[in-house]
């Protein structure tokens, strides 16, 4: 907290290109919290809500959970502060742990939370939002949530009642929300893959070749990139090789394949490939997603809504294969939004059998038409704005709610130890 005591002055900044417009001022002494672990769709919008909130002048504490995606993101950020919380999913057989984890989660956020003025909290959905929502909401903390997806997510509607702002990423989102402002400011973009959408074509090819070369890959061949969100996803893994290998050559050549396929599957995939010879790069995860996408000619990805915020800032047609079975079906609405609008092909994953995905990708690779008509379309779901609207927002929050901080809650609850 030393770093925290020594803002006193205004903190102002000038926007970075591509990122965010207009001017950020943060009132001295704001500090954030920013729960966003448990998956990369949450950690790495945080992650840019961070970067900028950093650069005006606030105080940041990320509130991640224990999971490797989560260890992995947030070294990527230095100055802000993380802490780890001991939160597991609610899973079958392992309910007690997400109690227990939920409650041992919520006391250390009230602990850190507590005593100290100023703070905003910042929701980004999932079930290891929830402990910090509720700590903040019990000690009298303004809350903002961010809903990423086109259908809110279960954490979120919840936890709505106890905010001030719901931030949607999608306009489709902002509907149904009771006794909660609602704004849609798009989703943030991690800042180097935002600035990808103010890149020129000789820069782009430039350094494709370079990716390429550096990842042993052919800079005269065709590349797919494959991403199944930030854990990777089996289904999508199954049926992207089976295409690979099947692979027929059309006179227009053969794709290579860059494959992020999770950590369970990187062993097996990669001698899939390798059996039957065909080229590729797989990775489990790769901490170097703005090179990949600069990489890509086309894309073949689950439809989370953090990925398909990024497709939009980088611009490169993608095939959708909804995760089946995503809660309410949202992965199969944020795809539905992209492909109703041209910016991407959307595929179930039963209707993605070799050729059928072959096709698609023939489509994305070699037909100019198609190509340049999602580019344009990717371009409109592109929002640069989006982490400056959040913080804006924010902002605005801690200033309504500046001396009633510490208020304690109806019926005393602040009070309380
Ligand atoms: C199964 C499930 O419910 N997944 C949800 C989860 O997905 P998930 O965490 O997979 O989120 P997304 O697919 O939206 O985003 C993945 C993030 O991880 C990054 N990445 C991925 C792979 C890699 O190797 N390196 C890397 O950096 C991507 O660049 C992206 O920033 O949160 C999203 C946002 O709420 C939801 O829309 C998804 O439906």
Redesign the pocket.
């Known amino acids: 907290m030393a770093r925290c005591a020594q803002l006193e002055v205004m903190g102002t900044r000038e926007t970075a290109p591509g990122t965010s417009p207009g001017r950020l001022r943060v009132p001295a002494g704001m500090r954030v919290g920013i729960a966003c672990g448990?998956?990369?769709?949450?950690?790495?919008?945080g992650m840019a809500v961070a970067e900028l909130l950093l650069e005006a002048g606030a105080c940041v504490t990320l509130f991640v959970s224990p999971k490797e995606?989560d260890r992995r993101?947030v070294r990527g950020l230095p100055g802000v502060e993380v802490v780890t919380l001991p939160v597991a999913a609610w899973q079958a057989g392992s309910r007690v742990a997400c109690l227990l984890g939920m409650m041992g989660s919520w006391v250390r956020v009230r602990r850190h939370l507590r005593g100290v003025a100023g703070w905003v909290v910042l929701g980004?959905?999932?079930f290891s939002s929830v402990p910090v929502v509720a700590a903040a909401w019990w000690l009298g903390c303004p809350v903002v949530l961010h809903?990423?997806?086109a259908v809110p997510?279960r954490a979120n509607r919840r936890l709505a009642r106890w905010a001030e702002r719901v931030l949607v990423g999608f306009e489709e989102a902002g509907r149904g929300w009771r006794g909660v402002e609602v704004r849609v400011t798009g989703?943030p973009?991690?800042r180097e893959?935002a600035e990808l959408a103010a890149w020129d074509a000789g820069r782009r090819l430039e350094r494709r070749r370079e990716v390429l070369s550096e990842l042993g890959l052919d800079g005269a061949r065709p590349t797919v990139l494959v991403?199944?969100?930030?854990?990777?996803?089996r289904g999508l893994n199954e049926r992207v090789t089976a295409c690979a290998v099947n692979w027929q050559g059309t006179g227009r050549g053969v794709p290579q394949w860059i494959h992020?396929t999770g950590v369970q599957d990187e062993e097996r995939i990669r001698g899939v490939y390798r059996s039957a010879g065909v080229p590729a790069v797989v990775?489990?995860?790769?901490?170097r997603?703005v090179d990949?996408l600069v990489a890509a000619d086309a894309v073949v990805?689950?439809?989370?809504?953090?990925?398909?915020?990024?497709l939009a800032a980088a611009r490169v047609p993608a095939v959708l294969i909804p995760?089946p079975?995503?809660?309410d079906d949202?992965?199969w609405h944020?795809a539905r939004l992209y492909a109703d609008t041209g910016a991407a092909r959307l595929l179930g994953q039963s209707e993605a059998v070799p050729d059928r995905l072959r096709r698609e990708l023939e489509l994305l690779l070699w037909d100019e038409r198609v190509r340049s008509g999602m580019v344009e379309a990717l371009g409109r779901w592109h929002r640069p704005g989006a982490a400056a609207a959040v913080v804006e927002e924010l902002v605005v929050v801690a200033g309504r709610n500046r001396g009633t901080v510490r208020e304690p809650r109806a019926g005393g609850k602040a009070g309380r130890g």
């Open positions: 448990g998956t990369g769709g949450h950690l790495f919008p995606v993101g980004m959905g999932g809903e990423a997806n997510g989703t973009v991690r893959i991403v199944g969100g930030s854990q990777g996803a992020l990775m489990a995860f790769s901490d997603m990949l990805a689950r439809s989370g809504a953090s990925f398909l915020a990024e995760f079975a995503a809660v949202h992965q944020n």
